[in-house]
């Protein structure tokens, strides 16, 4: 298995920029940013939150951390038109010499959509517009010219130059929704990733099976992500608190309770686990969080 952080988009970009390096220092294997401009409301989440741009960071760290892949966990397609994402794509590819992986979604956080002005469809044109896209930048990153004619997006001998540094750009689509976005990643995807602990993993990922095989692929051909919050503390009773308080799938415990999670994700195909830095605490505790992790929690899945 490959282990990558995600460090929250929310904390300034020193603080940000410095558990990257120690990721790609101390042998992660990847960084994933978010692709949000504001928090989405409700308790945890301000909208007025501080919050950088993805675009914008993942070219910073293509420039300024080594080693690692970089992606976008993931950009949601309503916020840019598809060339504008290839074209960024292709360049924080070569910024990087070739590690940057595409993730890409339909769109889903409303409060931003709301306050920009930005249109946000009913969910089946959403999916509609985003099969459309990716086709688009699956184009744009590999042939020379392409003209696209859709129902969405039209393209007339657009070029999209320089090419990305690997060929083909992996390209990852977020999804969950079994009866088209998985029938959606199955076309398209090198990667997949969703949210969930690893019984939820296991059966999203044999439905995406179903569907490889329904469009005539190998479904050994998609690689699986995925992330859940992790608590990691030396008291359980602690880490059972700080679980059923979280608003998304989440583990905890000492290490030897977290690696058995672990090893129920590895059970369940999962290629990369991805873990958030807001629940590893602050400063040097949370470098040692992730020192912690990667020494005693993954090092006997690598």
């Not at 410095?18 to 504001?38: E, K, P, Q, S």
């Not at 001998?157 to 009866?179: N, Y």
Request: with cysteine; hydrophobic share 45%.
């Amino acid at each position: 298995m490959r282990f990558s952080i995600w460090p929250a988009a929310t904390q300034p970009y020193t603080d940000l920029l410095a558990v990257a390096r120690h990721a790609a220092d101390t042998g992660w294997d990847g960084v994933w940013i978010a692709d949000h401009f504001m928090g989405s409301g409700g308790p945890g989440f301000p909208a007025e939150a501080p919050t950088l741009e993805a675009g914008s960071l993942v070219a910073a760290l293509a420039a300024t951390v080594p080693r690692v892949r970089i992606g976008t966990l993931v950009y949601g397609n309503t916020y840019r038109h598809p060339a504008v994402v290839a074209n960024m794509a292709a360049t924080v590819d070569q910024i990087s010499g070739g590690r940057f992986v595409l993730g890409l979604g339909a769109g889903w956080q409303e409060n931003e959509h709301r306050q920009y002005g930005i249109e946000l469809p009913p969910v089946g044109e959403r999916v509609d517009r985003f099969e459309e896209a990716v086709q688009v930048i699956r184009s744009l990153l590999s042939e020379p010219v392409t003209t696209f004619v859709g129902a969405h997006y039209r393209l007339t001998d657009a070029v999209c130059e320089p090419k990305p540094v690997q060929d083909p750009l992996p390209v990852l689509i977020g999804a969950s929704g079994e009866r088209r976005m998985l029938r959606l990643t199955a076309r398209h995807a090198d990667l997949w990733n969703t949210w969930g602990l690893p019984d939820h993993i296991a059966h999203k990922s044999a439905v995406l099976d179903r569907h490889c095989e329904a469009v005539g692929r190998d479904p050994a051909a998609i690689q699986r992500t995925a992330q859940a919050l992790v608590f990691p503390t030396d008291d359980p009773a602690e880490a059972d608190a700080l679980v059923a308080r979280s608003r998304f799938p989440a583990f905890g415990g000492p290490p030897d309770r977290l690696a058995e999670v672990v090893a129920a994700y590895a059970e369940a195909g999962v290629d990369e686990l991805i873990v958030r830095d807001n629940t590893l605490g602050q400063g040097a505790g949370k470098l040692e969080n992730l020192d912690r992790l990667g020494a005693e929690v993954f090092a006997p899945f690598r």
